[in-house]
């Protein structure tokens, strides 16, 4: 792994430095005519960096994956029927509405609402469950290793993006 000094860009960032500031020069003369602020240099510059914008991509990458791992714990909720179900000799339909909710510990909320018609015959429930898992040691400490594991994957890549930022600032100030 390469690592890179406080204050300097590597060999591939002062080319795209270099890059961007040769494309500056090349505007047309309407814009070489005028004078940049500071701000706008390096705002251009932000905008010119592929590395700049990947890292920024990669953050949003990083939160995405968070809500991925988090959308496992929402509540859901779902719904099916079926109709033209054959029960013996019986022609029939069979509806569910359900609700759940999973937990960090590997429980889970669940109430459904269920509906059958055979014939003559009509059925109709209303079912609460709570689920708790005896044989899955550790999901709970897996679980939440996960979430701070996204967590710090955001953090981290918004920490690089920022010194890259500062980086990125230096170098145009020093052009």
């Given at each position: 792994?390469?690592?890179?000094?406080?204050g300097s860009?590597g060999?591939?960032?002062?080319?795209?430095?270099?890059?961007?500031?040769?494309?500056?020069?090349?505007l047309?003369?309407?814009?070489a005519?005028?004078e940049?602020s500071?701000?706008?240099?390096i705002?251009?510059?932000?905008?010119?960096?592929?590395?700049?914008l990947?890292?920024?991509?990669?953050?949003?990458?990083?939160?995405?994956?968070?809500?991925?791992?988090?959308?496992?714990?929402?509540?859901?909720?779902?719904?099916?029927g079926?109709?033209?179900?054959?029960?013996?000799?019986?022609?029939?339909?069979?509806?569910?509405?359900?609700v759940?909710?999973?937990?960090?510990?590997?429980?889970?909320?669940?109430?459904?609402?269920?509906?059958?018609s055979?014939?003559?015959?009509?059925?109709?429930?209303?079912?609460?469950?709570y689920?708790?898992?005896?044989?899955?040691?550790g999901?709970?400490?897996?679980?939440?290793?996960e979430?701070?594991?996204a967590?710090?994957?955001i953090?981290?890549?918004?920490?690089?993006?920022?010194?890259?930022?500062?980086?990125?600032?230096?170098?145009?100030?020093?052009a």
């Amino acid at each position: 792994m390469t690592r890179v000094r406080p204050g300097s860009v590597g060999r591939q960032g002062n080319l795209l430095v270099g890059l961007a500031l040769l494309l500056l020069s090349a505007l047309s003369s309407e814009l070489a005519a005028r004078e940049i602020s500071l701000d706008d240099a390096i705002r251009i510059a932000r905008q010119n960096n592929h590395d700049h914008l990947n890292r920024v991509d990669e953050v949003a990458m990083a939160e995405l994956d968070y809500e991925s791992v988090r959308s496992n714990y929402r509540t859901q909720f779902r719904a099916s029927g079926n109709s033209n179900a054959i029960n013996g000799a019986d022609l029939g339909s069979y509806y569910r509405v359900a609700v759940s909710r999973s937990t960090l510990s590997g429980s889970r909320y669940s109430a459904a609402l269920l509906n059958s018609s055979y014939g003559e015959r009509n059925l109709s429930e209303l079912r609460f469950s709570y689920t708790l898992p005896f044989f899955n040691k550790g999901k709970k400490e897996r679980n939440q290793l996960e979430l701070d594991k996204a967590e710090m994957t955001i953090a981290r890549r918004q920490r690089m993006v920022s010194i890259a930022e500062e980086e990125l600032a230096a170098e145009v100030t020093q052009a």
